[in-house]
C-alpha cells in the first residue's frame, strides 16, 4: 500500500522533492487529472502515477489532499463512499475538520497539514492537527513523513488559521524585497541592496536560533538608543508597521475562511 497524493500541483511537487532529499523510502503515488503533470512529476521524481482516481484510491494506505480549498468537496464527493479504514490528510487552507469529515468520513480518519513550500529543499515547517479519530500508528506515520522534510509543530485547529497566515515563506521573501527596493532608493545597487537585505533577515534570524538569547535581548544589541538601527526601527514603527503586519495577517485568516461551508 502506498501514500497517495491526489494532486499533483506545486506543494506536491515540493514534498516530492524534498523526499527525495531525504532519500525516503515510502512507496508513493501521485494522481492527477492532467497527464502532462504526472509526466513531469513521474519523470522528475521517480514516483508511482495514476490517471484513474479510483484506482490511485485503491492503492492507498495514507492519502494527502492536494488540491485548492475549492476543489476538495468536488474531489472527495468524486471518490464516494469508502469501506476499508483509511487515513487521509488536507493541505487545504482554512477548510476544517468537520467539513472534511461531512464530505468523506468513517471509516476515514481525518488530519490536516500545513506545510511550507521550502520543505522541497527540507528546510520546511509543518503545522499538524488530528481527528481523533487518527490511530496512533497513522499518527507516527504522518510525523513521519513532514519530519522529513522539516520541523513539524502539532496545533490545535482553532490555532490553525493563525498558524497558516504567520508561518508563510512569502513574509520573507516581501521583506527581502521591500527592505532591497528602500536600499535601492537610498541610491545602492539592486545586488548590493539585495545582498544587505538578504544578511538583514535570513543571517540576522539564523544567528538568533543558533544562540541562547532571546529575541529582546539581540534587538536590543542590534538596535543600541539612540543609535542609527534603532531610529530606523523607531521611525518604522511610527509608520504603522506593526499595525501594518496584524492587518495583513487579519485578512489572511478572513480569506481562509471564505474556505468554509
Same mark, same amino acid.
Given at each position: ?188 545597487? &539592486?545586488?548590493?541592496?539585495?545582498? #544587505?537585505?538578504?544578511?538583514? !533577515? %535570513?543571517? @540576522? $534570524? *539564523?544567528?538568533? +536560533? ?27 514603527? &511610527?509608520?504603522?508597521?506593526?499595525? #501594518?503586519?496584524?492587518?495583513? !495577517? %487579519?485578512? @489572511? $485568516? *478572513?480569506?481562509? +475562511?471564505?474556505?468554509?461551508?
Amino acid at each position: 500500500m502506498k501514500t497517495v497524493f491526489l494532486g499533483g500541483g506545486r506543494i506536491t511537487g515540493a514534498l516530492l522533492a524534498g523526499l527525495r532529499l531525504a532519500k525516503s523510502t515510502a512507496p508513493l503515488l501521485v494522481h492527477d487529472r492532467h497527464p502532462e503533470k504526472l509526466r513531469r512529476l513521474s519523470r522528475r521524481y521517480g514516483v508511482s502515477v495514476e490517471a484513474n482516481l479510483g484506482r490511485a484510491i485503491q492503492q492507498a494506505e495514507l492519502v494527502i489532499v492536494a488540491v485548492r480549498p475549492g476543489s476538495v468537496a468536488a474531489l472527495l464527493d468524486g471518490i464516494g463512499t469508502l469501506h476499508r479504514p483509511l487515513t487521509a490528510v488536507s493541505l487545504a487552507a482554512g477548510v476544517p475538520l468537520a467539513e472534511l469529515r461531512a464530505r468523506w468520513g468513517s471509516p476515514v480518519a481525518w488530519a490536516r497539514a500545513m506545510p511550507s513550500p521550502v520543505c522541497g529543499r527540507r528546510h520546511g515547517l509543518t503545522g499538524l492537527v488530528f481527528d481523533r479519530a487518527v490511530p496512533s500508528p497513522a499518527k507516527r506515520k504522518i510525523r513521519k513523513l513532514f519530519s522529513e522534510l522539516g520541523q513539524v509543530l502539532e496545533i490545535p485547529e482553532s490555532q490553525f488559521d493563525a498558524f497558516t497566515v504567520t508561518y508563510s515563506a512569502s513574509h520573507g521573501y516581501h521583506a527581502v524585497a521591500t527592505l532591497a527596493k528602500a536600499g535601492q532608493k537610498l541610491g545602492l545597487p &539592486r545586488n548590493i541592496a539585495l545582498t #544587505a537585505a538578504a544578511h538583514a !533577515l %535570513a543571517d @540576522g $534570524i *539564523v544567528a538568533w +536560533r543558533e544562540q541562547d538569547l532571546s529575541l529582546d535581548a539581540l534587538l536590543d544589541e542590534a538596535a543600541t538608543p539612540g543609535g542609527i538601527a534603532a531610529t530606523v526601527v523607531e521611525s518604522m514603527n &511610527r509608520a504603522g508597521y506593526q499595525e #501594518a503586519i496584524h492587518e495583513g !495577517l %487579519a485578512a @489572511g $485568516i *478572513v480569506r481562509a +475562511r471564505k474556505n468554509q461551508p
